[in-house]
């Protein structure tokens, strides 16, 4: 089977992953008076084709031409693999961070004293691409337990279309939705109605962190998802009452518990599209509301900045 092909202006640097060859190295002191992403890290949903996710690689680079990005797309052998093997795969996103210094360095106390902290834009597609997500906050965390406060760094987070726990319904129509051979979608749903009923016996018997679209909506809480954020990261909710798989109440309630929880959140909630096809309805809203997002985080970052000057 051939390897599928990267998205135009990009290169492939792991299974599914992707990035762009705007910029590929740390960034230097010349880089740094701007007011734009200079790395921008998109999660794709379940299923997700490469045309599909064009559609917002395309949109990006031409509002932020000199910004590096990185594309994982999401098989649905993701939901279901041992934590080890999603850190496997994740780990050339881990490799790109760094070296566009996006993590912390271990090359040289000089090298780390100049390094000029990037500012990263995270846009993450339903409950799959939240998967991704939360697994590499869990792979970083691990790599790089010492992060201090000082790591933040200017960043925003958009959840598109979720997150939802969903119920044996909708997860059936995401499955057929992302497995379009139906031999290896009939064996799939076998295989997610088994392991639904088990995680749900022993929810009842233990609590609902047994399930893992619940367990994925507690992580989603965490301030420092990923060790550059904290609570004043902006987070954009963007979700739609049309959304037959994601039901947008589930995505609402999320959002008023991270802002109760003290995190900086705002949502955008459109009344006619389907799932991850805000966009598609709307082109011109849903990108002014990705560009309000990211201008907040520029101005809370550059007070921040002033602050600590």
Known sequence: ????????????????IYISIARTKALTVSQTNESTPHVILIFGWMGALTRHLENYTRPYAESYPNATQILVKC?????????RA??????????ALETLGCLP????SVQEVNRVRPRVLIHAFSNGGCSQLTALGRLLSSKFPLTTTSEHLMSALILDSCPATGNVRTIKAAFSFAIR??????????????????????????????MVMEYLKMQLFRPHLLPWMNTETPRLYIFSKKDKLVPWQEVQQHAEAARKAGL???CEMFEESGHVAHMRLDPKRYWASVQDVWEVACGEGQAKGAESG
């Open 1 to 16: 089977m051939s390897r599928p092909q990267p998205p135009v202006g990009f290169v492939t640097i792991g299974d599914g």
């Open 75 to 83: 098989g649905p052998s993701f939901i279901w693999t041992s934590e």
């Open 86 to 95: 999603k850190q496997k795969r994740l780990f050339p996103v881990v490799e």
């Open 105 to 108: 360095s271990f090359k040289g």
């Open 181 to 210: 051979n139906p031999v290896a979608r009939y064996i799939a749903l076998a295989i997610i109605y088994i392991a639904h009923a088990i995680r749900l016996s022993l929810s009842m018997a233990f609590g609902k962190e047994m």
């Open 264 to 266: 900086n959140v705002r």
